[in-house]
Each structure stands twice: as structure tokens, then as C-alpha cells.
């Protein structure tokens, strides 16, 4: 008997693209040392649930990227704020943002806030954690 292959265990086609990209950006980043993070939005610009958690080290970057409801990457424009990231508010102007955690933040679980552009009654808040 063969192992379930990716296609088999996902439930539709969103699903598959949006774990294969998270799969791709793990094994080329390497552990812990940078972070993939999905965000899919709906036809009106508004972040959906379902943003995996995250783990980051200190001093490492988060790579934020925008997807369609498809699964294919978008370049809906959307803002991140997160306290222990440096300066105050990512701005994603194409669908993507990266920025390095803090190297001195607190290593705890956080909050953070997504706004879509053309959304902002419907934020969502997502959790990380950081790590030494």
C-alpha cells in the first residue's frame, strides 16, 4: 500500500495550493529560521479565517503573501500590525510583506491584526509565537 499523496488528503483545490506553497517555503527556508504565512481574501478584499499559526525565532524574518480564493497568489494589498516586529505598521502595496521579528521581543505567543484594503470593518487576528 502506497502513502496518500498530498491531492489525496486535501479537501479542494485552495486547500492543495495553499499547502504546497506553506511546504515549499518550509523545506527552502530551512527551520525556524524563516516563516510562510498564507493569508487568503475573499472577492472584497476581506482577510478569511484560517491562518495557520506560526512559530518564529527572534531576529528572523515572517514572509506574508496574499492568495485568492483559488489558492493562486494575489496582490491584494493589505496591512499588518504586530508589536514586536520593528516599526509599526507592514503595508503589503502588491499582496506580499516580509519583516524580521525583533531581536530582543519577549519570546511569547501574539497577537496581530490583518486588514485588507477596502475591508477594514473585517479584520482578522491571526497568532504567533516567538521563539529564542
Not at 491531492?7 to 486547500?15: A, F, K, P
Not at 475591508?119 to 491571526?126: A, H, R
Request: hydrophobic share 35%; proline share 8%; net charge neutral.
Amino acid at each position: 500500500m502506497t502513502s496518500p499523496t498530498l491531492q489525496d488528503r486535501c479537501s479542494s483545490r485552495r486547500q492543495c495550493a495553499l499547502a504546497a506553497a506553506v511546504l515549499a517555503a518550509v523545506f527552502s527556508a530551512g527551520a525556524a529560521a524563516q516563516v510562510h504565512i498564507a493569508i487568503t481574501f475573499d472577492g472584497k478584499g476581506c482577510p478569511l479565517p484560517g491562518v495557520e499559526e506560526a512559530v518564529v525565532d527572534r531576529g528572523k524574518k515572517i514572509y506574508w503573501q496574499a492568495y485568492d480564493t483559488e489558492g493562486q497568489p494575489s496582490r491584494q494589498e493589505f496591512r499588518i500590525y504586530f508589536d514586536p516586529l520593528k516599526g509599526s505598521t507592514l503595508k503589503a502595496p502588491q499582496g506580499k510583506v516580509d519583516h524580521p521579528v525583533d531581536s530582543n521581543a519577549p519570546t511569547v505567543e501574539y497577537k496581530y491584526t490583518i486588514v485588507g484594503d477596502g475591508c477594514e470593518d473585517s479584520p482578522l487576528d491571526p497568532r504567533i509565537r516567538v521563539n529564542k
